[in-house]
């Protein structure tokens, strides 16, 4: 597991949602054609975050990025095809509509979720380019109502467990030796 994953995943967990890492959905070949990728194997999700309250899924797409340039605006808002390899599912809506169905007739048929969850896309992203990139991820998140998961999200998050009690978590203690007075 990608340790940055790891991290999204145990934060998600104190925010009240079960979480599965690397969920793999299970594509028919009429699902592959129709997500116009005959040959795909199944389609990988980085992190699932569930919660039964209010019937919520949130499928995360993480990103570190953080020895890098980070993440550009351009791989997210159809400027660049090359940087939208990188976000196919934020950057084909009929590939997002086929694996979302499947995703959620996987997880009702195992009852691992309620029938009809409210999906949310999302973006954990360690390392956003610029504050230019920052602010067109934001304006086009909230346009098409997805979640972006960025440093300043992140910082807070940790900030909140370094003042908690003792959790024998890798996160929580490299929280609490950096945050702590």
């Not at 997500?35 to 569930?50: C, K, Q």
Request: aromatic share 10%.
């Amino acid at each position: 597991m990608d340790s940055f994953e790891n991290l999204m995943a145990f934060l998600m967990r104190r925010e009240g949602y079960w979480v599965q890492t690397s969920f793999k959905v299970d594509l028919t070949k009429k699902d592959k054609i129709a997500m116009g990728r005959p040959t795909s194997p199944r389609w990988e999700l980085d992190l699932l975050a569930y919660k039964a309250k209010g019937n919520v899924l949130r499928v995360i797409e993480c990103k570190s990025f953080f020895d890098s340039v980070g993440v550009h605006a351009k791989g997210l808002n159809g400027k660049s095809e090359q940087e939208g390899n990188h976000y196919k599912i934020f950057n084909s809506a009929q590939l997002r509509r086929v694996v979302f169905r499947r995703l959620i007739r996987q997880l009702t048929a195992s009852g691992l979720c309620r029938p009809s969850p409210k999906i949310i896309l999302c973006l954990a992203a360690g390392n956003i380019a610029t504050s230019k990139d920052k602010q067109e991820l934001e304006q086009l998140f909230k346009r098409r109502k997805w979640e972006l998961y960025d440093n300043d999200w992140l910082k807070a998050r940790l900030a909140e467990v370094s003042i908690t009690k003792y959790e024998n978590e890798l996160a929580s203690i490299v929280a609490k030796i950096l945050l702590r007075n």
